[in-house]
């Protein structure tokens, strides 16, 4: 079998079919949940004429459907793009027409959006909108096809099936840097890089299916290629910290604890505000095993009182 980014969901999806595999607030899927749902939109691609290695667009909030639209572009041989869902059209657009995006993934919330980027970079030319169905839609899309929940296909593309497909050479996604020096590029990774990582992080910090991982960074940011695909390889769950919810740093202690996160893992500023005001003097953490952080510089002094609150988790620098 070709290693790619699906081995880990059809390993899993065969060994874990009813662990749960991605939980969001009190909507959760199980593996073969996330295996039937993402096989549905891998056929509409697949049904849509997508070509091995053609870009697709996920311009959608962190959410269950995100997660299921990325091993649907997966499994159809395309790589995925996620896309800022806070981002300026401005930015938006300059993505999609660097990428040649012809296929854009959505919510009913975000159409509008996408419908002006397909009116203004004709690339564009599918828009797939993943939560709702056409009825419940009063928009008239010009010039680009539009498909619904209503439309999924109903012959489901199986993991399986689909990792007999994939070469390890092929691209699996392109994130873009922030722009901060010129202007973003697309940074490209294919389906052996990223199990090269995968691999390495699942045997040095010993994942397993009884872990429960954070997903606390957005979803175009390197660090959630961590979250989503060593959970999976794993069996593990992928529990979705709500976006916004970075601000909110009893909130987030109070998740840890409810969700029984066994492994979390951000940039330092979120847990410097979870030491100054996450109240965690007055919380028990007992299934947080392992602390992970990347991205920036950990200040000493706060690293040093969050080891002396959370004593029982290890602590990774991947910095």
């Known amino acids: 079998m070709l290693r790619s980014l699906l081995t880990y969901l059809s390993e899993s999806c065969g060994n874990y079919p009813e662990n749960i595999a991605v939980r969001y607030k ?49 499994k159809s041989r ?37 419908l002006a980027l397909a009116a203004r970079i004709k690339c564009l030319e599918r828009i797939v909108v993943v939560d709702v169905e056409k009825s419940d839609v009063k928009l008239e899309p010009k010039g680009v096809k539009v498909y619904y929940k209503d439309d999924l296909e109903q012959a489901p593309i199986s993991s399986v099936e689909a990792t007999q497909q994939v070469d390890p050479r092929d691209l699996a996604y392109i994130l873009y840097t922030s722009g901060s020096t010129g202007l973003p590029k697309g940074v490209m990774i294919s389906h052996g890089a990223a199990c090269a990582f ?81 109240d965690l003097e007055h919380q028990d953490f007992p299934d947080l095993r392992r602390i992970l952080f990347a991205g920036e510089v950990f200040p000493s002094k706060f690293l040093r009182r969050l080891m002396q609150l959370l004593p029982q988790a290890d602590y990774y620098n991947l910095y």
Request: charged share 15%; net charge negative; proline share 6%.
């Open 198 to 278: 995968v691999d390495w992080a699942q045997a040095a910090f010993k994942i397993d299916c009884t872990d429960v991982l954070s997903a606390h960074a957005p979803l175009h940011f390197d660090l959630s290629i961590f979250d989503i695909f060593v959970a999976v390889a794993s069996g593990a769950t992928i529990c979705l910290v709500p976006q916004g919810w970075s601000f909110l740093p009893k909130t987030i202690a109070d998740f840890i604890v409810q969700n029984g996160i066994t492994t979390w893992y951000s940039v330092p500023t979120a847990l410097v505000q979870l030491v100054i005001y996450g």
């Open 78 to 114: 395309a790589c995925y793009v996620p896309l800022d869902p806070l981002a300026p059209e401005q930015r938006l657009s300059m993505i999609v027409d660097d990428c040649r995006l012809k296929w854009l993934i959505t919510s009913a919330k975000k159409l509008p959006i996408a």
């Open 26 to 74: 009190s909507t959760t899927l199980s593996y073969q949940d996330l295996d039937l749902n993402s096989g549905k939109l891998a056929c509409t691609f697949t049904q849509g004429g997508i070509t091995p290695g053609e870009r697709v667009g996920i311009y959608l909030d962190k959410s269950p459907e995100a997660v299921v639209s990325i091993f649907a572009v997966l």
